[in-house]
């Protein structure tokens, strides 16, 4: 089994564009972290992920304080990554769990560990035929037009690749 943690991004994403559900029915063991949980404010999202830790779909690591301090200290060394998203890479490090982020920064200094982002996720709901390929690419595309940050040509060549 995949031990995978997200950061807010992904989580907000999927949210989005309605594939959240699908996302936790991947055969993976999913984690995250209270930072990330407390970075999501919009109500309605934040109530749906309340939801998956209370039926233990996802679990939420918490920072004791010698771990806080750490994170605290990854933050001072990258002031372009938000607390939460520091906290992602330090579990995500500590645990060897994959990191799920969209984000260059956290991609950008979590070189020793396993990255992917919601390209990487789609494939795997197609790989595990959670949903069909016209309707990933409809999804995606639809986050491409809410998400300015994704990677356009990536995006392009997944369409690409999946419709071939």
């Not at 986050?143 to 994704?150: G, S, V, Y």
């Amino acid at each position: 089994m995949k031990f995978i943690i997200s950061d807010t991004c992904i989580f907000i994403d999927l949210l989005e564009i309605g594939l959240i559900n699908e996302f936790f029915e991947l055969p993976f063991e999913f984690y995250t972290t209270d930072f990330v949980v407390n970075e999501i404010k919009h109500t309605v999202q934040s109530q749906i992920i309340k939801e998956f830790i209370t039926f233990k779909k996802l679990r939420v690591l918490h920072a004791a304080p010698d771990e806080l301090h750490e994170i605290v200290q990854i933050s001072g060394d990258h002031p372009k990554l938000s607390l939460s998203d520091c906290s992602v890479f330090y579990f995500g490090k500590k645990n060897s769990l994959t990191v799920l982020t969209n984000d260059k920064a956290l991609r950008k200094i979590s070189k020793e560990i396993e990255v992917h982002g919601i390209l990487w996720i789609l494939d795997c709901l197609l790989l595990h035929r959670i949903i069909p390929k016209n309707r990933v690419i409809e999804k995606l595309q639809e986050l491409m037009e809410i998400n300015q940050r994704l990677p356009l040509h990536e995006c392009q060549k997944k369409i690409k690749e999946w419709t071939g």
